[in-house]
């Protein structure tokens, strides 16, 4: 998921860690999913400050995600709208 905010974002793992404090093989980490929970808190801090909401697993649906700057739908584009 967090792999997912960063790429929602257009940043790559080196651009995150410059502007996050983060080192690169702690990012690299974290998304593999083989880093620690106070890195990951910090991961989503980031990420929420710029706009990335997480969702919690609602019912039988897992973890989402949500941009508040990211405008229309994918099928208006899709159809020309």
Same mark, same amino acid.
Not at 16 to 25: E, H
Not at 51 to 69: D, M, S, T, Y
């Given at each position: 998921?967090? #792999?997912?905010?960063?790429? +929602? ?8 860690? /410059?502007?996050?404090? +983060? ?11 083989? #880093?620690? +929970? /106070?890195? &990951?808190?910090?991961? &989503? ?14 019912? /039988? *649906?897992?973890?989402? +995600?949500? #941009?508040?700057? &990211? &405008?229309?739908?994918?099928?208006? *584009?899709?159809?020309?709208?």
């Amino acid at each position: 998921m967090l #792999a997912v905010a960063r790429l +929602i974002l257009g940043q790559t793992q080196a651009e995150v860690a /410059a502007d996050s404090g +983060i080192s690169p093989r702690t990012i690299y980490m974290i998304e593999k999913g083989a #880093a620690g +929970i /106070a890195s &990951v808190e910090k991961l &989503v801090r980031y990420y929420s400050k710029r706009g990335v909401i997480f969702l919690a697993p609602n019912g /039988a *649906e897992g973890w989402g +995600i949500r #941009a508040n700057f &990211v &405008v229309g739908y994918y099928d208006d *584009e899709r159809l020309g709208n």
